[in-house]
């Protein structure tokens, strides 16, 4: 099994190996066992965090390099005729904490792209888009804290402990003349 260990950096030029096609669920993970197009067993043994992405590059323990493919997957294509009606869908659909894929055809036309859901899709079509139910690659926007355009690992760690002393009496007595 080849030991995928190392993200390389796009910038990078390197020789591909072979390529890896995998859902979005599953390029969200940094453990994983799979196997490559051609059939090799690989493992991943990546840090935590960051999404794969299509045409991203990992090497292995070894050297060789596995270039990532998003593979096609069910998704909902919301299309919507105008930049106002685009960005009114966005904003409700991202509300909902909804991983979004946007972008356009070659026609022109602009489109959202998202996890089939019949909410979801109930509220795209209230807000004027027309739907398409189909398979492609689901590779959504990084988000707000991604590095031009990059996923990175963003994490806090909080170790606070609290001690209050209560040197004073919790007796609530109260006279009210009335």
Same mark, same amino acid.
């Given at each position: 099994?080849?030991?995928?260990?190392?993200?390389?950096?796009? #910038?990078?030029? =390197?020789?591909?190996?072979?390529?890896?096609?995998? %859902?979005?669920?599953?390029?969200?993970?940094?453990?994983?066992? =799979?196997?490559?197009?051609?059939?090799?067993?690989?493992?991943?043994?990546?840090?935590?965090?960051?999404?794969?992405?299509?045409?991203?590059?990992?090497?292995?323990? #070894?050297?060789?390099?596995?270039?990532?493919? /998003? =593979?096609?997957? %069910?998704?909902?294509?919301?299309?919507?005729?105008?930049?106002?009606?685009?960005?009114?869908?966005?904003?409700?659909?991202?509300?909902?904490?909804? &991983?979004?894929?946007?972008? &356009?055809?070659?026609?022109?036309?602009?489109?959202?792209?998202? %996890? %089939?859901?019949?909410?979801?899709?109930?509220?795209?079509?209230?807000?004027?888009?027309?739907? #398409?139910?189909?398979?492609?690659?689901?590779?959504?926007?990084?988000? /707000?804290? /991604?590095? /031009?355009?990059?996923?990175? &690992?963003? #994490?806090?760690?909080?170790?606070?402990?609290?001690?209050?002393?209560?040197?004073?009496?919790?007796?609530?007595?109260?006279?009210? =003349?009335?």
């Amino acid at each position: 099994m080849l030991e995928l260990i190392q993200r390389i950096d796009g #910038s990078t030029q =390197a020789d591909v190996y072979d390529t890896l096609t995998l %859902p979005y669920e599953l390029r969200i993970r940094g453990r994983l066992k =799979a196997v490559t197009d051609s059939g090799l067993d690989v493992g991943l043994f990546l840090d935590r965090g960051p999404v794969l992405r299509q045409g991203d590059l990992l090497q292995a323990s #070894s050297g060789e390099v596995i270039q990532i493919r /998003a =593979a096609d997957e %069910p998704v909902t294509t919301a299309y919507v005729e105008d930049g106002l009606a685009l960005g009114r869908l966005s904003y409700h659909l991202g509300n909902r904490h909804v &991983s979004l894929a946007l972008g &356009s055809d070659t026609d022109g036309r602009y489109w959202v792209r998202f %996890p %089939p859901d019949h909410v979801l899709e109930e509220l795209a079509v209230l807000l004027g888009a027309t739907l #398409s139910h189909h398979q492609a690659p689901f590779d959504p926007e990084s988000g /707000a804290y /991604a590095q /031009a355009g990059r996923e990175h &690992s963003h #994490s806090h760690s909080h170790s606070h402990e609290h001690h209050h002393a209560h040197g004073h009496s919790h007796d609530d007595n109260h006279n009210h =003349a009335h």
